[in-house]
């Protein structure tokens, strides 16, 4: 049997990038959605590593980015062929060539991975063994930490909630978002909020938080201060999007606010606008951890679509 080679994509291999068959015991990637974002440059060629034998694909390793370097992994995959016993070896061999390429670019941080998988998959023995030999081969190469993270979805099915009759909303400038990003984020449960505050001081993070939902495909007048009925600022919400979908994006309920039940109310807001946008489906995250803002995503209608295993360097202790 001929030896298998890691090599980087070429754009003659496309069809084969979006035709990969898919692991059972993962949520795949719709072939659609591999092919748009090539299309759309979110994926491409030179981000893209195969593991070949005598010409036939045998795995892949495709990285996505909206900019000029990709910022996560988007799939990694392996048929069983290849070593049916340790296909990780053989993702190992992907994950070191892709990084290598990264490392040359001057990159820093390692782009994070994340696993897409159905709610309960630890009952499955599918998706457990396409989570372990993934999760080796990914800590062999660098991503050593991993954390779970809800994906949630809200469908018309579920109902548009009334407006809020304790909270109004109104337009802010950036500074006042900036202020407002750096006063929510004290006392965060988001984990990755709770990481950059240990390497950066506040103002620093609420300018790069600012700058993120800036960049995302939403628009800047969605954006709304949440205020009480003196005019007193009592939190705000970034309604955002993907490419593919409206997205609840980043709500905060200022810190001396807490506890009165207004993410409710400031979910119920995102709610409104991308619905009465016509929306038909909005999306949003959560650690797992953070056990009162999923409370509050079951409240307002939307459900658990998927769990995200997110693989990444460790930060600082």
Known sequence: MSPTR????????LDALVAFPDD???????????????????????????????GRVLGRALWWGRGDSPSALETLDVLPEVDVDDPGSAAGELLRAGH?????????????????LRPGWRDDAEATRAVTWRREAAAGAGLTRSLERLQYAWTPEAGVPEASTRVRFRPGPDEEFVDLFRHAARGSLDDETRR????????????????????????????????????????FVVPSATPYHRNVGYLGVLPSHRGQGLVDDLLGEVTRIHAQAGAQTITATTDLTNLPMAAAFDRAGYRVTEIRLVLEEPGPA
């Not at 719709?30 to 070949?52: H, N, T, Y």
């Not at 290598?100 to 897409?116: K, N």
């Open 24 to 54: 059972p015991g993962l949520l795949g990637l719709p072939r659609v959605q591999v092919r748009a974002d090539l299309e759309a440059g979110r994926l491409r060629p030179e981000w893209s590593w195969l593991l070949e034998r005598d």
């Open 196 to 235: 950059a505050l240990r390497t950066v001081d506040g103002l620093t993070q609420a300018r790069e938080d600012f700058a993120f939902y800036e960049s995302c495909p939403g628009e800047r007048d969605w954006w709304r201060v949440a205020t009480d009925g003196d005019g007193g600022p009592v939190g």
């Open 100 to 116: 290598a390429r990264l490392a040359g670019s001057g990159r820093r941080q390692l782009p994070t991975y994340t696993l897409r």
């Open 6 to 13: 890691v090599r980087r994509a070429t754009p003659a291999d």
